[in-house]
């Protein structure tokens, strides 16, 4: 074999996919987005409602996520699946971000990023009841521990009262409505592309937020430029580039690997929360979302044919 074939076959191996590197850098850019989501939200507490910065949010987002999903056809989904991802829309980037935002008015960032970790347990008994999936013994012990962890991080983050009690809830009220629309999503992103799904659905929460639109004029005209370019941000990157790098990387990385980075938001919010906000979970805290963790690890022993795990923020 010359010089000359041995370089054209490693230029052809070359092409045949993308450096290694390149989704475990994808898969990174996206947990440091999603990571610092959690802690834009709870800075954006103090000048935006939760039903404003919902709006401002998805609507950013949806305007993003449309000029890219459009350069890349189109395919006409079914009036089944319309009514699916009208549903997710709803659930996932109306009630989920509602949630989500007013619960971080309660309990920190790092506390609300571990809370949301319950969601892959969740999913499974969704599975399991809707999907035909197993429900398994390691399965059932996960549920425990991960909801025993859960009650530490209630107990740990309402020293003085009910108020943060009811923060936590919230916060699950998140992750049980994205644990559902997971599971609403896996048949349509069986035949549809992803990102197309991810567009639609973002648009229909646009939609469903827009009875907050006064809120969200009151807020802009009285909250600064910068809470106001953070908003901007949260459409932008946690939402719209982070799901789009969360796709590429999911091309190219088993999905179990990639399901469990995961597992990282939770460590790189706090880190982000304490720089940027000043701010930690209660000690005892970190104990119920380890315990939480272990539990979410435990449920997933066997593998599952089920939808891809991603916690969004």
């Known amino acids: 074999?010359?010089?000359?074939q041995q370089t054209d076959e490693t230029r052809a191996d070359a092409g045949s996919g993308p450096p290694a590197w390149l989704p475990v850098a994808a898969v990174s850019v996206t947990l440091v987005l999603w990571a610092s989501a959690f802690v834009a939200i709870r800075?954006?507490?103090?000048?935006?409602?939760?039903?404003a910065l919902t709006l401002g949010r998805t609507a950013v987002a949806s305007i993003v996520l449309g000029a890219v999903a459009l350069t890349r056809g189109w395919v006409r989904p079914s009036r089944g699946e319309w009514v699916r991802i009208v549903v997710i829309g709803f659930l996932w980037f109306c009630v989920y971000n509602?949630?989500?935002?007013?619960?971080?008015?309660?309990?920190?960032?790092g506390t609300a990023a571990m809370l949301l970790q319950v969601a892959p347990i969740l999913i499974a008994l969704l599975a399991a009841a809707f999907l035909g999936e197993r429900f398994t013994p390691f399965l059932a012990?996960?549920?425990?521990?991960?909801?025993?962890?859960?009650a530490l991080i209630g107990t740990a983050s309402s020293p003085g009262g009910d108020r943060d009690l009811v923060g936590v809830g919230l916060c699950l009220v998140s992750a049980l409505v994205y644990s559902i629309s997971l599971v609403l999503q896996k048949p349509v992103v069986g035949r549809l592309p992803a990102l197309q799904v991810t567009w639609l659905a973002c648009s229909v929460g646009a939609l469903c937020s827009l009875p907050f639109t006064g809120q969200l004029v009151s807020d802009t005209a009285d909250a600064p430029v910068s809470s106001i370019l953070w908003t901007i941000y949260l459409g932008v990157f946690p939402t719209a580039i982070a799901f789009t790098t969360y796709a590429y990387a999911l091309r190219h990385?088993?999905?179990?690997?990639?399901?469990?980075?995961?597992?990282l938001v939770?460590?790189?919010?706090?880190?982000?929360?304490?720089?940027?906000?000043?701010?930690?979970?209660?000690?005892?805290a970190y104990a119920g979302g380890v315990l939480a963790l272990l539990g979410v690890s435990l449920a997933r022993h066997k593998p599952r044919r089920s939808v891809p795990e991603t916690l969004p923020a």
């Open 141 to 150: 012990a996960g549920l425990a521990l991960a909801f025993g962890g859960v």
């Open 43 to 51: 800075h954006l507490g103090h000048d935006f409602s939760p039903g």
């Open 266 to 284: 939770p460590p790189i919010t706090i880190v982000m929360g304490l720089v940027f906000l000043g701010e930690t979970p209660p000690t005892l």
């Open 1 to 4: 074999m010359t010089t000359t």
């Open 98 to 109: 509602v949630a989500l935002n007013a619960g971080e008015t309660r309990v920190d960032a």
């Open 253 to 263: 990385m088993p999905a179990g690997n990639l399901g469990i980075t995961t597992y």
